[in-house]
């Protein structure tokens, strides 16, 4: 009961094709293979922004990210 014959997904497979059709079909694979490939190349990315690699900074800009990349250490004094 819990396996299923090749025969059994084979008729499922005609069945599905006979409701959607080999062309729907097709644009639903192509579709989805490019949301995976898209999926990737995002995951790739690392989520980096695009618009902020095409434009160079201005130079006020590039000392904000000086600054912001530095670490300062202080040390905290409680009040008696």
Known sequence: ???FSIWHWLVVLLIVVVVFGTKKLKNIGSDLGGAV???KDG???GGKDPAAEDKPEAPAQQVAHA???ATIDVETKQKS
């Open 1 to 3: 009961m819990g396996s």
């Open 37 to 39: 490939k898209g999926f």
């Open 43 to 45: 995951m790739k990315d």
């Open 67 to 69: 600054t912001e990349k």
